[in-house]
């Protein structure tokens, strides 16, 4: 089956301690993104990779960083998370930057 | 950057009704899509639909590219259709999609 997985769905963590969401897509996608949603101000993108190492900045990058050293991985990484950073956050993939983007189901994070 | 705008913010329903949601667009677009955001939280996508239209069951959408909007029909609504939709445009000059702040729809039985 087609998908994109993100893991974890949940997780609750203290400010400081460092984590990664990591994001698997099995469609052999070139295009990769991550996003966050908050209410009030929808969603917005974090990063996105054009292709295997290829990375750049979205409109929220402070405070998170990515990698992309294959094509189907691209790990969202917050080295000292902050109460701020709590939010639902999606990872998308698709062909390139103009065909249909797929989601991940998501992942939770609460900063505490 | 693009502006999406979409209306109406909510809707409320009964079991059986139609409705036409509404995406205006600011610019030019290399993608348009329409996603369901379902009570846990998921995005489901329903349509890419840059421009023409498109069915799927009950659901039905249509993008007049030149006008720069996009309408999601749908017909015989169902309790299942609650959640929040949302409209999302990827303009010729950026990389990224650009949601709409989405509408509210419930669904009454």
């Known amino acids: 089956e087609a998908q994109v997985t993100q893991n974890p769905r949940y997780l609750i963590t203290v400010t400081g301690k460092k984590l990664t969401v990591t994001c698997s897509q099995n469609m052999n996608h070139e295009y990769m993104s991550w996003y966050r949603q908050d209410p009030g101000l929808g969603l917005r993108q974090i990063y996105y990779s054009m292709n295997v190492e290829v990375t750049d900045k979205g409109d929220v990058p402070e405070g998170y960083k990515v990698s992309r050293k294959e094509k189907r991985n691209f790990p969202l990484i917050l080295e000292s998370p902050s109460p701020n950073q709590t939010s639902l956050y999606f990872c998308?993939?698709?062909?390139?930057?103009?065909?249909?983007?797929?989601f991940g189901q998501g992942t939770r994070l609460t900063v505490v | 950057g693009i502006q999406v705008e979409q209306s109406p913010p909510d809707l409320i329903l009964q079991e059986g009704a139609n409705s036409t949601l509404r995406c205006n667009f600011s610019d030019s677009v290399n993608n348009l899509q329409w996603f369901h955001q379902n009570p846990w939280g998921q995005l489901i996508n329903l349509f890419y639909i840059p421009s023409g239209t498109k069915q799927n069951g009950r659901l039905s959408a249509t993008t007049v590219a030149t006008e720069r909007y996009s309408l999601l029909y749908i017909s015989s609504s169902q309790t299942t259709d609650s959640g929040v939709y949302f409209c999302a445009a990827l303009p010729k000059s950026d990389y990224k999609l650009s949601f709409g702040a989405g509408t509210t729809v419930t669904v009454r039985a």
């Open positions: 998308a993939s698709s062909w390139n930057r103009n065909t249909e983007a797929f």
